[in-house]
């Protein structure tokens, strides 16, 4: 029988991998995602991605993602990973081999006015998926709760990171957030629960050349929540104009889709005001990207 690791590190070779995958144990091509000493997910061949559980609850939210990907995939146009073997790497630490979608990350290319298309059909499923009660299609999988973030709290924190910002001359000072109590103030409008990606920037989006969505990947983060939470997603990924035409197209009204935008918006101006003081090792241009493209002006902003 061939020997599987013990729990702990990650393989850190082709070889490693064979060892604790021996369904692999023949694969010629197998290569790091990543860069970097320690690696968790690989390419096999050109048609697949190893993703292995570092941890026991990486474990349980694995096999709570393939469920939610082939719930889901019922729903949707469009293509979502599929789990083509799982199984244990190493006792109680799961993997799974996913098909490999292709399209380029929407970090790199832009989506098109029918990609935003794809992308309402794909929050108007997750939507419908969103049963608030346990016996709905989507709380039967025992999907997380996550709280409405509270807006005045948020708020301040963007605008502490916005001031510091503009007296460095990274972030204009006129586009500084308001005070509580003007149009900043919290969105009112129904407290919906719905499912959620959770995680719905551009690197999850993969995207053709003619710019439509050819498929949305890592659901690892999954939720049931704000519907302001993919909004604000989208604001990053595809700009603050596009997420909220896709939101419109979604079936939202004006508060769920301004609630996104203002998420998208203090969220962006901590993170790079974090990163740029030590406390948030994301890439700087990234941060500068997103934060540009939540900040494009709206029909909401006039």
């Not at 109680?92 to 794809?118: I, K, N, Q, Y």
């Not at 309402?120 to 989507?138: D, E, H, Q, V």
Request: hydrophobic share 40%.
């Amino acid at each position: 029988m061939t020997p599987r690791p013990e729990p702990g590190p990650e393989p850190r070779s082709a070889g490693a991998v064979r060892l604790a995958v021996p369904a692999l144990e023949r694969t010629a091509d197998i290569t790091p995602v990543d860069e970097g000493g320690g690696h968790s997910t690989w390419w096999v061949g050109s048609g697949h991605v190893l993703r292995l559980a570092l941890d026991r609850d990486g474990s349980h939210r694995q096999a709570r993602e393939i469920a939610l990907r082939e719930l889901i995939r019922r729903h949707t146009r469009l293509p979502l990973p599929a789990s083509s073997l799982n199984g244990f790497w190493a006792p109680g630490l799961s993997f799974t081999l996913d098909t490999r979608l292709r399209g380029v990350s929407a970090e790199r290319r832009p989506v098109a006015p029918a990609g935003e298309d794809d992308l309402a059909g794909l929050l108007s499923a997750l939507r419908s998926l969103s049963a608030s009660t346990a016996n709905g299609p989507a709380g039967a999988l025992d999907l997380p709760r996550v709280p409405r973030r509270d807006e005045g709290s948020l708020y301040a924190g963007a605008r502490a990171a916005a001031e510091r910002l503009g007296e460095e001359g990274v972030f204009p000072r006129e586009l500084l957030p308001r005070p509580e109590g003007g149009s900043e103030g919290p969105v009112a409008g129904p407290r919906e629960e719905v499912l959620l990606h959770n995680d719905l920037k551009g690197e999850h989006l993969l995207v053709t050349p003619a710019g439509r969505i050819s498929g949305v990947i890592d659901w690892a983060d999954a939720a049931l929540g704000d519907p302001a939470e993919d909004i604000a997603g989208l604001s990053l990924a595809v700009g603050a104009p596009a997420a909220l035409r896709i939101a419109v197209r979604a079936g939202y009204g004006a508060p769920a889709g301004l609630r996104g935008l203002r998420l998208a918006r203090a969220d962006t101006l901590i993170r790079l005001c974090d990163r740029l003081h030590g406390t948030d090792d994301s890439p700087l241009g990234l941060l500068r990207a997103q934060r540009a493209r939540a900040w494009w002006p709206t029909p909401l902003d006039s």
